[in-house]
């Protein structure tokens, strides 16, 4: 698989999540341990069992330069699944970042580091090693189903899942979304004409009862946030 990392530029998790309409977006509680964090890549994944983390070892022995670690660890916050040490591996053997549906240790210290790290928090209890977890099989993380090698994406918001053979579509969309929310941002948020049609229709007001679906959603997003 060819991942090209300037295909991502200028986009952000909130287009790319609009792009997927909400879908493959794991839940909030998984932000990044530094808020100007930013992490992109194919997705390494390791899935914890009984707390063991010996799996963490065996990702950071096996995966390539540039891989995401994705460790699905339901969401446990009784220990920690990484700390200094496996984030100085990490960085050391080229890996993009690591995503973990858990805790993590040693905060201050990966906070000076520049590492992408995302979690649910941190607690100082260590994990178990009982050799029972596996690496690289589908799994789900933050509440998202995520298989080896869909693409990875991290920011302040948090974390998205790009399935792989969806990428040049959510890709393509995401683009066009950034790139109307740029025309609003400099052109209608700042001319009154366009700001009142924009609010206009952004609330609803001249919507026929057929431009909205079941959920009263207006089916033309022109003009939503």
């Known amino acids: 698989m060819n991942f090209d990392i300037h295909e991502w ?3 952000s998790s ?16 998984i932000k990044p341990l530094k808020i100007t964090a930013r992490v992109v890549g194919p997705a390494y ?3 914890i069992v009984d707390a063991d983390c010996a799996a963490v070892f065996r990702a950071l022995r096996d995966a390539r330069p540039g891989d995401v670690l994705v460790i699905a660890a339901q969401g446990t916050m009784e220990a920690a699944f990484l700390g200094e040490i496996i ?3 990490a960085q050391t053997r080229g890996l993009a970042g690591i995503i973990v549906d858990g805790c993590i240790r040693d905060t201050q210290s990966i906070s000076a580091k520049d590492f992408p790290v995302f ?3 941190a607690v100082p209890s ?4 009982n050799y029972l977890s596996k690496v690289q099989q589908t799994v789900n993380c933050g509440g998202v189903v995520v298989h080896p090698g869909d693409f990875v994406y991290g920011d302040a918001d948090g974390v998205v899942i790009v399935p792989q053979l969806e990428k040049e ?3 393509a969309k995401a683009k066009a979304k950034e790139k109307k929310d740029l025309w609003k941002l400099k052109e209608v948020a700042t001319d009154v004409a366009l700001l009142e049609e924009f609010l206009t229709k952004a609330c609803g007001d001249n ?3 057929a431009d909205v679906d079941l959920k009263g959603e207006i089916k033309d997003e022109t003009y939503l946030a």
């Open 9 to 11: 530029k200028d986009i």
């Open 14 to 29: 909130t287009s790319l999540s609009d792009a997927m309409k909400g879908l493959q977006t794991m839940r909030a509680d």
């Open 45 to 47: 994944t390791v899935q």
């Open 87 to 89: 984030v100085t591996i």
């Open 119 to 121: 979690s649910k928090g």
């Open 126 to 129: 260590s994990p178990a090693i």
């Open 169 to 171: 579509e959510v890709l």
């Open 207 to 209: 919507q026929k009862r």
